[in-house]
């Protein structure tokens, strides 16, 4: 891997080579459009609004001809958000099946290392705040597009695309909480602030509050007690792939189409059907330890049941 004076400086650097390879890439796709074959390619709307309405259901649009070819060569290739279309928090969905000749596949392989490099680099970069002024200092640039690397597989015989929305519990005690949001407000001001000094609507005014309410400031939080952000998981899609040769399974998420050799036959698929909005009845495991409202609900944070608040 190269030695860059920074990570920002060599991300830069490997994305802007990364888009150049890519848009070559997509340039010769669509020039050359007899060399592919799209078995399989889906829109999926973007939505609306910056947040996800989970009362409201995904139309899923299969494609075909033309339309299929340039929305699955647009998935492989795109890393800019879409103006006027996509909101800078929703990355792009085109899941689908392609398959391409060896010098198309290598060049994406190739294309993969380099999105993975430009994954550790980011990885160097601790704190939150550095990493969204450097994603801002590239215009319309998508983060997530960036790093996400294309899936390649061979000899697929079986594809199951579905729904996903599994949710995310992520544990820190009360005083770790607190340690992560004063660095955080403190990179921002160089000291934390309090209410009175932020306006209303101000993003940061919820790390205050947190801060004061882990604390204990007229709560009994103590410093060691047990503190989850609990996330709900949002609608993605996955696909479960099995093999020709009887491999081992894939299961994966998959946003943009699968790609494997073009000698290879079209696998059977089974199809990926419209998300409908289901109830969220209470969950088990971690989520049946927690609380059912947060205390702060802005950051997620729900206290656990008082049984759990000191276990492991």
């Known amino acids: 891997m190269t030695i860059y004076i920074s990570p920002q400086q060599g991300i830069k650097e490997l994305v802007n080579k990364l888009e150049s390879r890519l848009d070559t890439l997509a340039n010769r796709m669509r020039a050359r459009p007899d060399r592919l074959r799209v078995d399989l390619a889906y829109q999926i709307p973007f939505r609306d609004q910056a947040t996800v309405d989970e009362q409201k259901g995904i139309e899923v649009c299969a494609l075909s001809?033309?339309?299929?070819?340039?929305?699955?060569?647009?998935?492989?290739?795109?890393?800019?958000?879409?103006?006027g279309k996509q909101n800078p928090r929703e990355t792009l969905r085109?899941?689908?099946?392609?398959?391409?000749?060896?010098?198309?596949?290598?060049?994406?392989?190739?294309?993969?290392?380099?999105?993975?490099?430009i994954e550790l680099l980011v990885a160097q970069i601790e704190d939150q705040y550095d990493r969204m002024k450097l994603w801002g200092s590239m215009k319309y640039l998508s983060?997530?597009?960036?790093?996400?690397?294309?899936?390649?597989?061979?000899?697929?015989?079986?594809?199951?695309?579905?729904?996903?929305?599994a949710p995310s519990i992520q544990n820190k005690t009360a005083s770790e909480w607190v340690a992560s949001y004063t660095k955080h407000l403190k990179k921002l001001f160089g000291y934390v602030p309090s209410l009175d000094e932020l306006v209303e609507g101000d993003s940061s005014r919820k790390f205050v509050v947190a801060i004061s309410m882990l604390s204990g400031i007229n709560t009994d939080i103590a410093p060691n007690e047990k503190i989850a952000s609990f996330r709900?998981?949002?609608?993605?899609?996955?696909?479960?792939?099995?093999?020709?040769d009887k491999v081992k399974a894939q299961i994966r998420p998959a946003p943009t189409p699968i790609v494997y050799p073009i000698d290879d036959p079209v696998p059977k698929i089974t199809p990926l059907s419209n998300w409908e909005p289901v109830?969220?009845?209470?969950?088990?495991?971690?989520?049946?330890?927690?609380?059912?409202?947060?205390?702060?609900?802005a950051l997620y944070l729900h206290r656990y049941l008082e049984q759990y608040r000191f276990g492991k």
């Not at 340039?70 to 290739?77: D, E, R, V």
């Not at 996400?148 to 000899?155: K, M």
């Not at 971690?286 to 059912?292: H, N, T, V």
């Open 232 to 244: 709900h998981g949002q609608p993605h899609v996955r696909a479960r792939v099995t093999f020709i």
């Open 279 to 297: 109830e969220r009845g209470p969950g088990r495991s971690g989520r049946a330890k927690i609380e059912s409202e947060p205390f702060v609900e």
């Open 94 to 117: 085109v899941p689908g099946l392609i398959a391409l000749p060896p010098d198309w596949l290598a060049e994406l392989q190739e294309l993969n290392i380099v999105k993975h490099e």
């Open 143 to 165: 983060s997530l597009q960036t790093m996400r690397q294309a899936w390649i597989v061979s000899g697929p015989a079986k594809v199951r695309f579905y729904w996903d929305s």
């Open 65 to 83: 001809g033309q339309e299929a070819a340039f929305h699955a060569i647009y998935g492989l290739t795109s890393i800019r958000i879409e103006q």
